[in-house]
């Protein structure tokens, strides 16, 4: 508890706090990991239904696999960590969310400013006319695809698949708060998902203090970690908010 009052105390000094978040945070809104025993990769093949270039040659495949996807974030909510991100968004200390997850729980739990690294699976986008729209239920019950209104191709969800860039504008917002920000929160994240697990040395190297929350170990854990907190983030964030 003592590193816990120590870690609210420098919360409410430094106050510009930043949060990169990974799979990890979305465990208990209902969200398995990618990997794992319950992940979408044990089921599939990312290099098989992930890949860009498979998209484009076989979209009735990948949509088996965007169908199962889809259907457990529809029945997801956020988790008490998401839910503690919001809070300390509205007590003016927590100013961005940079996440790795593609769930749209951020904004859901409350938190305005996401910066979403890999996209957002609750939209669906035409590759060729660029035309998004929200990825609903409905969308799953149209075979073998969606498609586009206005070009007739097929609609995929507005993430970034393997061989896919990260969106420009997305990356120059998580360097800007990388740079900025005083302390930085790594929740839930594996820090092995390149170029993404840069952020965390960029905010280090601008001399931000690094607390890191996670249930193991991580390449961050002996490199650029300050505080290593072991557990999970829907257990130890509330309770570090309860002493702001």
Not at 45 to 74: C, G, N, T
Not at 120 to 142: G, I, Y
């Amino acid at each position: 508890m003592e590193e816990y009052k120590k870690i609210a105390d420098m919360i409410k000094e430094k106050n510009y706090i930043v949060a990169f978040t990974g799979a990890g945070i979305s465990v208990d809104a209902g969200v398995p990991a990618f990997r794992g025993g319950q992940g979408l990769w044990e089921k599939y093949d990312p290099m098989e239904y992930a890949q860009i270039s498979a998209f484009m040659r076989h979209p009735e495949k990948v949509w088996v696999m965007l169908r199962d996807m889809a259907s457990v974030l529809f029945a997801s909510a956020p988790s008490p960590a998401h839910n503690a991100l919001a809070s300390l968004e509205k007590l003016g200390y927590l100013k961005a969310v940079i996440t790795q997850n593609v769930d749209g729980l951020h904004q859901e739990a409350g938190n305005t400013n996401v910066i979403e690294y890999h996209g957002n699976h609750r939209w669906l986008v035409c590759m060729d006319c660029q035309k998004r729209l929200p990825f609903t239920p409905e969308s799953t019950a149209v075979h073998p695809y969606p498609r586009c209104e206005k070009c007739g191709k097929a609609l995929k969800p507005d993430v970034v698949f393997f061989g896919e860039g990260i969106p420009p504008a997305e990356r120059m917002r998580a360097n800007n708060e990388a740079d900025r920000c005083k302390v930085m929160f790594i929740i839930g994240t594996s820090g092995v998902v390149y170029p993404a697990a840069d952020i965390p040395y960029q905010a280090k190297s601008r001399g931000a203090v690094i607390i890191e929350i996670n249930v193991e170990r991580t390449p961050f854990t002996s490199s650029i970690t300050d505080y290593f907190l072991k557990g999970t983030a829907s257990d130890i964030l509330p309770r570090v908010l309860q002493l702001l």
